[in-house]
């Protein structure tokens, strides 16, 4: 909407309009600099504010997050037990203040940006519909995993489908040769390392279900899913700025551009805004939970927005807690599966530390300080060829 009223007023002013020359100050709006610290802004205060409304209105419901037994976790569960009751689907406040934000701040009709957002609102029902079971069902089993599998692939399926079809998203450039969505790229390389043609299409919905529940697997304390979702989605706000402005890309920084990339900003930076005033609430010891109404729909438009600015590579390194605990979840699935042994005393990971003798706020701002460290290892990687 903000980016519409500065067509008009551009408009006018190039007619010499008074009312225009009045309001001079409209230019600003065409800026993604000043879009973008709105909409940070905007989702900000709407859950920093909205927030306590929302819970009191998730409490009357009676949507408490339901927590698994004693006979299924042991210890975990004298540790944990307070937390029975906390209202989940908490994602609503995330998911609607960035869809509030992108319509008013950003250009809703950008290819990228228009993926990303029905990426996270498809994901964040398929996550709604998961929370309402484990509520309804007093249990936390939930929609099964199959079928969670396979409306996560069809999503980042049809995500993908439309990326590689677009005509918008066909036009990067890499050292000013036209490359294609298709090749996949990584900052110490100064080609594409490989063209998947058709096959980026599951790749890329691979990478959608990977990152989606990775943060789905991170959001088991207070916390620590938003804090590291705020780090990463920062650091792919500043790729998508710099992967849209043609000198920074294409003659310094010898990385993909899209002209269309960097309206991601927008989408980013509210997301940004969004995770801060959740964690308003969210922060030890939590008022409400996101849920996988709110993690699944994260965890996939991270991974969109990775995609469109072509530095789905990079997200291993940024989103490195992410990885790091799902990797911990297979590994430990795979040992007791091959040897009938047991890696970690819980999967994922941070459950581990725990059950080691870390205190929950210790788990979450030791791994906050990994998260922000992955993030700035993965932006200093633009400059090193």
């Not at 209202?87 to 008013?104: E, N, R, Y």
């Not at 950008?110 to 996550?127: E, K, Q, R, S």
């Not at 922060?283 to 729909?297: E, R």
């Not at 080691?356 to 993965?378: D, P, Y």
Request: charged letters at 10%; glycine letters at 10%; a positive charge.
């Amino acid at each position: 909407m903000l980016y519409w009223i500065y067509e008009i007023w551009e408009q006018a002013n190039s007619e010499n309009a008074n009312w225009a020359h009045n309001l001079r100050f409209l230019n600003l709006l065409q800026y993604i600099t000043i879009r973008a610290g709105l909409a940070c802004m905007m989702t900000f205060l709407a859950c920093v504010c909205g927030g306590p409304w929302l819970i009191r209105k998730l409490v009357s419901l009676k949507v408490g997050q339901p927590i698994r037994t004693a006979e299924e976790v042991h210890k975990l569960n004298e540790l944990h037990g307070g937390k029975a009751g906390t209202p989940t689907m908490g994602g609503v406040m995330i998911l609607g203040s960035v869809l509030v934000a992108v319509l008013v701040c950003g250009r809703a009709l950008n290819p990228f940006v228009a993926v990303t957002t029905c990426v996270m609102l498809a994901l964040g029902l398929l996550g709604f519909i998961d929370d309402y079971a484990k509520v309804k069902l007093k249990n936390s089993d939930g929609v099964s995993g199959k079928t969670k599998l396979l409306w996560q692939f069809t999503i980042g399926g049809i995500a993908a489908t439309f990326l590689y079809f677009k005509t918008q998203s066909m036009g990067y450039m890499l050292l000013n040769e036209p490359i294609q969505i298709s090749q996949i790229t990584f900052p110490l390389f100064k080609a594409p390392i490989i063209d998947l043609g058709i096959l980026c299409i599951p790749f890329f919905a691979i990478i959608v279900v990977g990152c989606s529940n990775a943060v789905n697997l991170t959001d088991g304390l207070d916390g620590l899913a938003t804090g590291c979702t705020i780090t990463v989605a920062l650091a792919y706000g500043v790729i998508a700025y710099l992967a849209g402005h043609f000198y920074m890309a294409n003659e310094y920084l010898y990385i993909p551009f899209n002209p269309h990339a960097q309206e991601l900003g927008v989408f980013l930076l509210a997301l940004v805004g969004a995770s801060f005033g959740f964690l308003w609430h969210n922060c030890h010891p939590a008022k409400v939970f996101m849920g996988d109404t709110g993690s699944l729909a994260i965890g996939g438009a991270l991974a969109t927005a990775a995609i469109c600015t072509k530095q789905e590579l990079l997200l291993v390194i940024i989103g490195w807690v992410f990885v790091m605990e799902a990797l911990s979840v297979i590994l430990q699935v795979g040992s007791f599966k091959l040897r009938g042994k047991r890696i970690f005393a819980m999967s994922p990971i941070h459950h581990h530390f725990e059950l080691r003798g870390w205190h929950e706020s210790q788990v979450i701002i030791r791994f906050w300080i990994i998260s922000i460290f992955g993030a700035l290892i993965g932006l200093a990687l633009l400059k090193i060829v």
